[in-house]
């Protein structure tokens, strides 16, 4: 099993940046399986999305509506994946939910995500 813990969310203006950060820790079989740490998000009366990935050899992909603003990273030694969010858009406002896969699908509790002037 893996426990996520999200950090980083909050409230900023347009134009603001924010960093998440995600935290994975559990059994070390769990741990060794993980082969992919991604983002996604989840605005009011929207489906999940996901906003960007990265593959244990450092492979990325964004959504489009991310690219150029965004950058997704990890320390495997940590355990860590971060999401870099620039130039932040009233539109990025969501819960943004740290997802991991590896012997299994493991989510976060989500953190929220507003920008607002």
């Known amino acids: 099993q893996v426990q996520l813990v999200e950090s980083g969310g909050g409230l900023v203006q347009p134009g603001g940046s924010l960093r998440l950060s995600c935290a994975a820790s559990g059994s070390i079989f769990s741990i060794f399986s993980i082969y992919y740490m991604g983002w996604y998000r989840q605005a009011p009366g929207k489906k999940r999305e996901l906003v960007a990935g990265?593959?244990?050899?450092?492979?990325?992909n964004y959504s489009d509506s991310v690219k150029g603003r965004f950058t997704i990273s990890r320390d495997n030694g940590k355990n860590m994946v971060y999401l870099q969010m620039n130039s932040l858009k009233p539109e990025d406002t969501a819960v943004y939910y740290c997802?991991?896969?590896?012997?299994?699908?493991?989510w976060g509790q989500g953190t929220q995500v507003t920008v607002s002037s």
């Open positions: 997802n991991v896969r590896g012997d299994q699908d493991y």
């Open positions: 990265i593959t244990n050899n450092g492979s990325t």
